[in-house]
């Protein structure tokens, strides 16, 4: 049985942390659903993580309903958002809607990620209507990058806080059921988190955020071009990977791999017979 966005609404009212994940593919989503993981966000990070883009710019939707569907496929229990790329709701609510209809269809999740506060309010509420669930995602908006002027903190000056908060308050009145607060100083996305009543999920915003998310990469320490600083390595899998490859590398090259363990026997009688041919 999948988490629902009720479920998630009621962890904020008991004060119970939500907890979210990104992943992209079916092993790694498997691993994360198996723990418990309530929300998994099939992230256009993986434009970063998983395909080497400098930015998450270059996603289509094609290749966010390739991974979705993957790790759908992965997941029992979790609640999967799908994160619509760049320029997939911006132009038209017709454009929104017609996207976000996709990520629940071919893509499988429930629910849809959309960037921005009251430039796509009302795009959020029409999708809402629509029958499908909104994350709102304020702050640091990735696909903003180049507006920013690279990966900044927001929100740290007073007209940019009080931009911040009207964001918040404006998904929260288009009915998202929940939203990521990115990089901002914690004391603000601790007054957010009070003034709205939706939960609030932080990535570099402090711990009075209603629940937390990391891209699964960061966590496992897999990625190795940069560590974000919000980010806690809580394995280095990098060095795992790169021992085990270098171990194969060896035994190929010494003769030691495979053995006999690794290799299928035949009747010694069939290879005579195979001799004299």
């Known amino acids: 049985m999948r988490t629902t966005i009720n479920q998630i609404r009621e962890m904020k009212q008991n004060g119970e ?20 993981v309530p929300l998994i966000l099939v992230g256009d990070s993986l434009g970063m993580v998983v395909l080497g883009y400098e930015n998450t710019i270059p996603v289509t939707m094609e290749v966010m309903l390739h991974h979705t569907r993957a790790v759908v496929r992965g997941t029992e229990q979790a609640l999967v958002v799908g994160d619509m790329p760049f320029m997939t709701y911006h132009v038209t609510v017709e454009d929104a809607l017609r996207n976000a209809a996709r990520f629940i269809q071919e893509g499988g999740c429930q629910a849809v990620k959309l960037e921005g506060g009251v430039t796509v309010a009302e795009k959020a509420r029409r999708i809402v209507e629509c029958g499908i669930p909104v994350m709102g995602h304020i702050g640091l908006t990735p696909q903003s990058i180049n507006q920013f002027g690279g ?25 998202v059921f929940s939203i990521v607060l990115e990089t901002v100083p914690a004391p603000l996305a601790g007054l ?14 402090g711990p009075q955020c209603d629940g937390q998310v990391q891209v699964i990469n960061d966590l496992l320490g897999s990625f190795t ?18 021992g085990a490859v270098t171990e194969y590398y060896n035994e190929v090259r010494a003769g030691d791999f495979p053995t006999k363990k690794q290799s299928i026997a035949m009747d010694e009688s069939i290879l005579a017979g195979l001799a004299t041919k």
Not at 17 to 28: C, E, F, G, H, S
Not at 152 to 174: F, N, S
Not at 192 to 205: D, E, L, M, R
């Open 151 to 175: 990966h900044r903190a927001q929100g740290k000056t007073p007209e940019a806080a009080v931009r911040i908060l009207e964001d918040a308050k404006a998904l929260e009145q288009a009915g």
């Open 192 to 205: 957010i988190t009070q003034k709205v009543s939706v939960p609030t999920i932080g990535i570099g915003a």
């Open 225 to 242: 071009d940069f560590v974000p600083r919000h980010a806690k390595q809580y394995a280095r899998l990098a060095d795992i990977i790169t």
């Open 17 to 36: 942390k939500i907890v979210m994940l990104t992943a992209y593919d079916y092993t790694t989503a498997k691993l994360v659903d198996r723990v418990g």
